[in-house]
Every structure is written in structure tokens, then in C-alpha cells.
């Protein structure tokens, strides 16, 4: 195995979880690894820059620490291994191990899978326009201020945050158009996947990370129908499913009114329009030996 970056959110999930997890890995990987811990928003996507070297980057954190970590590596000759410690965890989940033993085992093996990733393009209501890579979720309406009242008021409680805020938060309706030329629809809820998992929730029965398709979810929902489509996702069952559940190579979504957009656990303030593309095997990934 090649040396490797372990980038460590010491701010991701409970407290101190992180650093835990960086100290177990570094007693598994030995000379083989190094450590560096993030200290402010950005400094993933930075650390990630500044290590042509490795061979590859272990995110330690959450959804948003994979998606900064992402954003920097070169994904041409670099791979990633996870040590999920966020709230939410999805790329973890679907890949199988989103417990420690399972992830610390994943970064010591030599397996690898080759997983689709998001690339999206923002545009916000100052004209300006950003294109991100991520590996799990952007969201509008629901899901967006699920993850913003969990990180806000519930963060204390780890990975049970945002299914406890998922309780809380009463649905709201936005006008937006979904897919180019659409006309205009009130959602609650727009979610464009390429994971199975959205945080907690197995929200997505089709989806794999390797189908070169994104996984779309379109709800309207008034907040006790909202809790009822919860129950059935934990549940396992069908019943209660969105307006809409489709798969595409791409979609486009456009707001009438700027709007939260969550992107991998991370959230970003008046967007207007968001245009997201499959890039199908779009980096190498670490995963449990089968």
C-alpha cells in the first residue's frame, strides 16, 4: 500500500469521534500514514491540493468531509477511503461500512470500487456560478432544512441528528421546475441521489453507485404525510411514495425564488438553479474485502 493522507474533521458528529478514529487508523497503517485536521470550512478541498504525493486520502468525517476531499484529490491516479464520524454517513452506508471496525478494515485492504460521483454546477442569485463534485446528495425544500435544523439544534446527539430533526421540521412548499423546459410545480421536496442512503433513511431501493444514473425524488407533502413516508422508508415498505421517483443521467432544476441547497451534508444560501450530472466510475473507493 502507498502512503497515505488521513484528513480529519475534528468538528464532524459527537465529540472527540473523529480524533478516536484518526488514532486507531494510524496504529492500523503505521508508517504508511499521515495526519493532517481541518480547522475551518475549505480546509479539506486545500489539504487534498497540496498532496499530489499520496496515494490517497482517508476522509475522516462526515458527507461534507468526502465531498471537500473529493473536490481536491486528483481522481485520475488517487483513491479514497472513508472513516464515516458525521450525522448522516450515505456513501458510507451504501458501501457497507459505516461502523468502525468495518471502515478500519476497508482502509487497511487492497480492494477498490470504482463509484459514480454528482457533478453539479450552482448557480446563485448573484450571478455567480460554482461547479462542485459530490459523492452522495443534493437536496431543496425537506431534506435541506432536516440537515439544517439537525446540525443547528440536534448535532449533539451524532448520527440519530438528522432523524430526529426529520420529526420536527414541517414541509414547506417551493415553486421550481424540474428538468429543463418543466413547468413550474410547488414541492416540498427535491432530491437528486447517488446513493441508496439519504442520512439515516434507505431512501432509494434502486439506486447503486455504479448504474451511471442519478436517482431523483420529488415529494409535495403536508408534514403528517411527510412523517408517514419516514415510517414506511425505515420500514422497509413502498407505500407513501413521493409524487415522483425516477432515474436520469442528468437533471436540472431551477427556482423561482433563491433557495437552501444542501449539497453532502453542507448547505449553501440563495440558489437559483442547479444542473447535476452523473459522472459515472468517477473515483476509485475503498471497500470492505468480500
Not at 481541518?38 to 499520496?54: C, E, M
Not at 436540472?252 to 453542507?266: A, F, H, K, N, S
Amino acid at each position: 500500500m502507498s502512503r497515505w493522507l488521513a484528513i480529519v474533521n475534528p468538528a464532524a458528529g459527537s465529540r472527540g469521534a473523529t480524533r478516536r478514529l484518526a488514532r486507531r487508523l494510524a496504529a492500523l497503517l503505521g508508517a504508511r500514514l499521515d495526519v493532517a485536521e481541518t480547522t475551518a470550512p475549505g480546509d479539506g478541498l486545500r489539504l487534498a491540493r497540496q498532496g499530489p504525493g499520496y496515494g490517497g486520502f482517508v476522509a475522516v468525517g462526515g458527507d461534507g468531509t468526502i465531498a471537500e476531499v473529493l473536490n481536491g484529490m486528483d481522481r485520475r491516479r488517487q483513491a479514497l477511503a472513508l472513516l464515516p464520524a458525521g450525522h448522516g454517513n450515505c456513501l458510507a452506508r451504501d458501501l457497507g461500512i459505516a461502523n468502525p471496525a468495518g471502515a478500519l478494515a476497508a482502509c487497511a485492504a487492497a480492494e477498490t470500487q470504482d463509484i459514480d460521483v454528482i457533478s453539479a454546477e450552482i448557480e446563485f442569485a448573484d450571478g455567480r456560478i460554482e461547479q462542485r463534485l459530490c459523492a452522495s446528495t443534493l437536496a431543496i425544500g425537506y431534506v435541506a432544512d432536516v440537515v439544517a435544523l439537525g446540525r443547528r439544534r440536534f448535532a449533539w446527539l451524532g448520527r440519530h441528528a438528522y432523524a430526529t430533526a426529520a420529526i420536527a421540521v414541517r414541509p414547506r412548499r417551493v415553486p421550481l421546475r424540474v428538468g429543463a423546459g418543466a413547468p413550474a410545480a410547488a414541492r416540498t421536496n427535491v432530491v437528486i441521489n447517488n446513493t441508496a442512503h439519504l442520512a439515516n433513511f434507505r431512501a432509494f431501493q434502486r439506486a447503486r453507485l455504479d448504474d451511471g444514473s442519478l436517482d431523483v425524488m420529488e415529494a409535495d407533502f403536508a408534514w403528517p404525510r411527510q412523517l408517514l413516508h419516514n415510517l414506511a422508508v425505515l420500514s422497509g415498505s413502498g407505500r407513501f411514495g413521493p409524487a415522483a421517483l425516477w432515474q436520469a443521467p442528468s437533471v436540472v432544476v431551477e427556482c423561482d425564488t433563491p433557495v437552501r441547497l444542501m449539497i453532502d451534508g453542507e448547505l449553501e444560501q440563495g440558489v437559483v438553479r442547479v444542473h447535476a450530472r452523473c459522472e459515472p466510475a468517477g473515483v476509485r473507493c475503498h471497500v470492505a474485502r468480500r
